[in-house]
């Protein structure tokens, strides 16, 4: 079971509202099973990274509003009671870099708002 935040940083955004950076960070508990369905290891778990999507195509009416690509990089923290070193546990750090296509509908849960809106609500 694990959670995680994404914060979408809509201030730093750039390439005329394209590029949307965001940082993001979740915890939880992993119980990992080999292919016998046994426990292997468990522990508490800890993620954190950050990253961009970008968006080639941005439309504000139609179906499909939105493509473009996300790529993330994260750092994985798990502390382990399995696969013991002298006190008990051990610790597994591991990267991830990630790249995702994005596609996104007029369904879809509102974006955030592009730096014209921001400029346009500022100067109101």
């Known amino acids: ?14 390439a005329g509202g394209k590029g949307l950076p965001f940082v ?6 992993r119980r990992q099973l080999d292919d016998r369905q046994i426990l292997t290891s ?3 778990a800890f993620d954190a990274g950050g990253g961009v999507k970008y968006f080639f195509v941005r439309h504000s009416r139609g179906v499909l509003r ?14 382990l009671d399995a696969d ?10 591991s990267w991830v870099l990630t ?11 509102r974006r955030a708002p592009s730096r014209s809106t921001l400029v346009k609500r500022q100067s109101a």
């Open 1 to 14: 079971m694990e959670g995680a935040v994404v914060v979408h940083l809509v201030k730093a955004q750039f």
């Open 24 to 29: 993001l960070g979740g915890a939880g508990y």
């Open 42 to 44: 468990s522990g508490p």
């Open 66 to 79: 939105d493509i473009g690509l996300r790529a993330d990089g994260r750092v994985y923290v798990q502390s």
């Open 84 to 93: 013991a070193d002298i006190d008990g546990r051990s610790t597994r750090v």
């Open 99 to 109: 790249a995702s296509a994005l596609f996104r509908s007029s369904c879809s849960a």
